[in-house]
Nanobody, 125 residues
Framework: QSQLVESGGGLVQPGGSLRLSCAASGFTLDAYAVGWVRQAPGKEREGILCISSSGYITKYGDSVKDRFTISRDNTKNTVYLSMNTLKPEDTAVYSC??????????????????WGQGTQVTVSS
């Protein structure tokens, strides 16, 4: 069964850092774009970053500015979201997504077809 599994979420203090992982099973990620999105309670899903198969990075909006970075390790079949200088407003469920028709990042995260179950990130003192 093809699926994405996120890990690395948890509770962190404001100003702290976390690295989320998105691992694929049942297929290899290296040929596809992978994106990260988040959804806070009562808010719409928000695209964050996407990385193409060739490593080109697309930003969706500017809410995280340069605090978050995306990377991929094809040897581990995993994409990462590194989050620094976390703020309480970063609290959300973070999910990764891909589309096995696409090597390039879509213009909208709604175009992704395969989604992980998400991992909770809570930023609080």
């Amino acid at each position: 069964q093809s699926q994405l599994v996120e890990s690395g979420g948890g509770l962190v203090q404001p100003g702290g850092s976390l690295r989320l992982s998105c691992a694929a099973s049942g297929f290899t990620l290296d040929a596809y774009a992978v994106g990260w999105v988040r959804q806070a309670p009562g808010k719409e899903r928000e695209g964050i970053l996407c990385i193409s198969s060739s490593g080109y990075i697309t930003k969706y909006g500017d809410s995280v500015k340069d605090r978050f970075t995306i990377s991929r390790d094809n040897t581990k079949n995993t994409v990462y979201l590194s989050m620094n200088t976390l703020k309480p407003e970063d609290t959300a469920v973070y999910s990764c997504a891909t589309d096995r028709r696409r090597a390039a990042c879509p213009s909208s995260v709604t175009d992704f077809r395969t989604w992980g179950q998400g991992t909770q990130v809570t930023v609080s003192s």
